[in-house]
């Protein structure tokens, strides 16, 4: 979709919060469309657990970019992609931005980690920062390259997951919105929001706030929007989800003495025939044929 980085704006500017949902590939993010989701987040934790490796930069950049450009091919909604850390230095940048943008993907966001970078919540993960400058860098070379000037790049600093404090934080996403961020995500592993709180209220930036609450899941969207936080990241939900339906269906499949002992929990044949519109197959068929017919191929 050629232009959901305009859609996603026009989002943020009429909404006052966005609700944007994880997916790990084409069938979640349609359904994250489906269910009336403003976006889908093509997580770097969430696709890398589909392709079953850590996520700690191990997956190339051209592998998330096939992922995100099956999202793009099959959804009508923005597809923000996580770039992690950007996959290497400025020339990374420069480059995954002229490609996430040409594949149709409506924004990215790199954090200021040092790669290869380890998840954000992982207990006793490393998660060194790189300098202010040299994240900076990354900004500039990122926005310079964008052909479209809607193009997000969301700049997510790690300083409260590195524990720095909110005034680091406040530093670094000044400094990336001077440098030309379209979006601050302020990502936090706390178990309440209070240091996201803080760091909104100290924040006298003019480009929106992005957050990903995993961690402190009791936040209410009241509470978000009263931060004036735009976008709210449910990252990892439909992948925990999947991978505990998955396993209890295959813990009960495997004791089944037939496939009825399982057939009530599942998704009908003729669901995933919608998703993936195997129905419009007849019509094409139907079309075709009477074409055909028109030029004297079929009596
Ligand atoms: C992701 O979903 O890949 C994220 C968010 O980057 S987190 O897993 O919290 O780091
Ligand atoms: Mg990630």
Same mark, same amino acid.
């Given at each position: 979709?050629?232009?959901g980085? %305009?859609?996603l704006?026009k989002?943020?500017?009429?909404? @006052?919060?966005l609700?944007i949902?994880?997916a790990?590939?084409?069938?979640s993010?349609? $359904?994250?469309?489906?269910n009336d989701?403003?976006a889908?987040?093509?997580?770097?934790?969430?696709?890398?657990?589909?392709?079953?490796?850590p996520d700690?930069?191990i997956?190339?950049?051209t %592998?998330?970019l096939?992922?995100?450009?099956?999202m793009?091919?099959?959804c009508?909604?923005?597809?923000?992609?996580d770039?992690d850390?950007g #996959?290497?230095?400025?020339?990374?940048? @420069?480059?995954?931005?002229?490609?996430?943008?040409? =594949?149709?993907?409506?924004g990215?966001?790199i954090?200021?980690?040092? #790669?290869p970078? !380890?998840?954000s919540?992982?207990? /006793?993960?490393?998660?060194?920062?790189l300098?202010e400058k040299e994240?900076v860098?990354?900004i500039?070379?990122?926005?310079?390259?964008?052909?479209?000037?809607?193009f997000l790049i969301?700049? +997510?600093t790690?300083?409260?997951? =590195?524990? $720095?404090? *909110?005034?680091e934080a406040?530093?670094r996403a000044?400094?990336y919105e &001077?440098?030309?961020a379209d =979006?601050?995500?302020i990502?936090?592993?706390? /178990?309440?929001?209070k240091?996201v709180?803080e760091?909104?209220?100290?924040?006298?930036?003019q480009?929106?706030? *992005?957050v990903?609450p995993t @961690?402190y899941g009791s936040v209410t969207?009241?509470e978000l929007?009263?931060h004036?936080?735009k976008m709210?990241?449910y990252?990892?939900q439909?992948? +925990?989800?999947?991978?505990k339906a998955?396993s209890?269906?295959?813990k009960?499949?495997e004791k089944a003495?037939?496939? &009825?002992? *399982?057939?009530e %929990?599942? @998704?009908?044949?003729e669901e995933?025939f919608?998703l993936q519109?195997?129905?419009?197959i007849?019509? !094409?068929e139907?079309?075709?044929? +009477?074409?055909? +017919? &028109?030029?004297?191929?079929i &009596?």
């Amino acid at each position: 979709m050629s232009n959901g980085s %305009e859609q996603l704006r026009k989002k943020i500017k009429e909404k @006052s919060i966005l609700k944007i949902g994880g997916a790990f590939d084409a069938m979640s993010a349609k $359904l994250v469309e489906i269910n009336d989701f403003d976006a889908v987040w093509a997580g770097s934790f969430a696709i890398s657990a589909t392709h079953a490796v850590p996520d700690a930069s191990i997956m190339t950049m051209t %592998e998330f970019l096939q992922v995100a450009k099956n999202m793009v091919d099959s959804c009508d909604i923005p597809i923000i992609a996580d770039c992690d850390t950007g #996959f290497g230095g400025p020339s990374n940048v @420069s480059h995954l931005v002229k490609q996430y943008e040409q =594949a149709g993907v409506a924004g990215i966001s790199i954090e200021d980690k040092i #790669f290869p970078k !380890q998840n954000s919540l992982l207990k /006793n993960g490393k998660q060194e920062l790189l300098s202010e400058k040299e994240f900076v860098a990354k900004i500039i070379a990122g926005k310079e390259s964008k052909t479209n000037q809607d193009f997000l790049i969301i700049a +997510r600093t790690e300083a409260l997951i =590195a524990g $720095l404090g *909110v005034d680091e934080a406040i530093k670094r996403a000044t400094a990336y919105e &001077n440098a030309g961020a379209d =979006a601050i995500l302020i990502h936090s592993k706390s /178990n309440t929001p209070k240091e996201v709180f803080e760091f909104c209220n100290l924040w006298k930036g003019q480009i929106p706030i *992005v957050v990903v609450p995993t @961690s402190y899941g009791s936040v209410t969207i009241d509470e978000l929007i009263e931060h004036d936080i735009k976008m709210v990241i449910y990252a990892n939900q439909t992948l +925990r989800i999947a991978h505990k339906a998955m396993s209890l269906l295959l813990k009960k499949l495997e004791k089944a003495n037939s496939l &009825n002992d *399982v057939d009530e %929990e599942i @998704s009908s044949m003729e669901e995933i025939f919608e998703l993936q519109k195997m129905f419009e197959i007849h019509s !094409q068929e139907k079309d075709i044929e +009477r074409k055909l +017919r &028109n030029m004297g191929y079929i &009596n």
